[in-house]
């Protein structure tokens, strides 16, 4: 048991993310966390089947991602990255080159995956700028996207829903429709050719779209996309920063579909959820269009944190664990018992979906917000940390999940979904 003081002493502070703070109750006091499992003050636990916000692939206090942090923390927290280096980065970006699709040779640093994002969209924006066809100047995005809350990445996001207040102001883009049939592409094919003269770069989260609804598409989808970008002479921009690392099956979605983006974002998983760190890759084709003996044609962009040393050395702790370990047979397993377990709640009324990719289940159900609230607490009554939202009931473990604690999540949204149902 712990002394919580600081909870209930800090609540008229506090400023909680996604929460209707006049009707909102307190967040639950977590005071230690290892491998899957959340302690709680009262004592209790909590298995996380979430992955806390999809990032802690390896489980919570890794011990040898804290040892890299520790470290790192005696010998340099902390420098600016204009001017001074040090080795982490460098090391890092050298690592991420090498793991990242081939092509993909270039590695800027920031510190959260928005700031991915408008690095990503500054770049192919400039990189158009730069050769004198500033014209192209919008990004093709997708119904159902989303990229983070920043104005860049909420531009190229699904209109309305929790980012309505801001349409306004937001760039106006194109979002269309994801393609997924011979008809639908040849429309989309269509569409993107009459556009291309005034369009920069399509953006797109490969193989799963996350918080815009976890809806799928195939690698072949992907692939074909990609093409129609080269075909236009638009730049493709992938955002990895819930699929990276393995969360879909292969190192990174996009080896899935045998492409290599001109851009690719990365972050979440990027530290094993340790710390905040995020990284946009380039190809040399986007890199060298930045060289000049212009400064303004340089890419003016630069985070006060960026490439933190503490942040850089966690990263490498967790590329040496994908390297030490095989996180594909991780995930197929993870895969299989999902695709066991979840079969249960196909004919369950009121379930519109059941859909596995790699370490992603989902549950889709005729259930409204208040209703998916409740749901959350009745997880928690199991002992479980899920986050149901909008209409779906989703699992993303971390990899590194046992097959019993894995199976107690499985049960728990079988039975909730299952006692859900039974009133419908």
């Not at 993870?334 to 289940?361: N, S």
Request: hydrophobic content about 45%; aromatic content about 10%.
């Amino acid at each position: 048991m712990h002394k919580i003081d600081w909870l209930h002493e800090g609540w008229p502070n506090i400023w909680l993310p996604y929460a209707q703070m006049q009707t909102t109750t307190q967040p639950l006091p977590v005071v230690g966390a290892s491998g899957c499992t959340l302690q709680l003050a009262d004592g209790s636990s909590l298995i996380d089947g979430v992955s806390a916000w999809w990032s802690m692939c390896h489980g919570y206090q890794h011990p040898g991602i804290v040892a890299a942090i520790q470290a790192q923390a005696g010998t340099l927290s902390h420098v600016m990255f204009a001017g001074l280096a040090h080795e982490p980065a460098y090391v890092l970006a050298k690592q991420l080159c090498a793991m990242a699709p081939a092509g993909l040779t270039r590695c800027f640093f920031s510190d959260s995956g928005s700031t991915a994002v408008e690095v990503s969209l500054k770049m192919a924006l400039q990189y158009w700028h730069n050769q004198g066809q500033p014209k192209k100047s919008k990004f093709i995005c997708f119904n159902g996207g989303y990229h983070g809350d920043t104005f860049g990445a909420m531009s190229v996001s699904a209109r309305g829903g929790m980012h309505h207040a801001f349409d306004a102001l937001t760039l106006k883009n194109y979002a269309i429709d994801l393609p997924n049939d011979e008809y639908s592409f040849a429309e989309f094919e269509e569409t993107v050719a009459a556009i291309a003269p005034t369009v920069a770069a399509l953006i797109i989260e490969p193989l799963v779209q996350g918080a815009g609804g976890m809806k799928f598409h195939s690698a072949d989808v992907l692939a074909e996309i990609r093409r129609v970008c080269r075909d236009h002479n638009i730049l493709f921009i992938a955002d990895e920063i819930m699929t990276g690392f393995y969360r879909t099956g292969s190192r990174f979605a996009c080896d899935e579909a045998g492409i290599t983006p001109d851009i690719m974002c990365l972050g979440k998983a990027l530290t094993g959820g340790h710390i905040g760190l995020a990284a946009t890759l380039a190809t040399d084709a986007v890199f060298d269009a930045f060289l000049s003996d212009d400064l303004s044609h340089a890419l003016m962009h630069g985070p006060t944190f960026m490439a933190n040393p503490i942040a850089c050395a966690a990263a490498n702790a967790s590329l040496q664990l994908f390297a030490q370990h095989d996180y594909g047979a991780k995930v197929e397993a993870i895969e299989r018992q999902f695709q066991r377990g979840l079969a249960a709640c196909d004919h369950m009324r009121g379930v519109k979906d059941v859909r596995i990719k790699g370490a992603i289940g989902v549950v889709q159900i005729a259930a409204n917000q208040t209703q998916m609230f409740g749901l959350r607490e009745q997880f928690i009554e199991r002992g479980l940390w899920l986050r149901p939202y909008s209409d779906l009931v989703y699992l993303m473990p971390p990899l590194t999940i046992s097959e019993e604690e894995l199976a107690a999540l499985i049960d728990g949204v079988v039975g909730v979904v299952g006692e859900w149902s039974k009133v419908q």
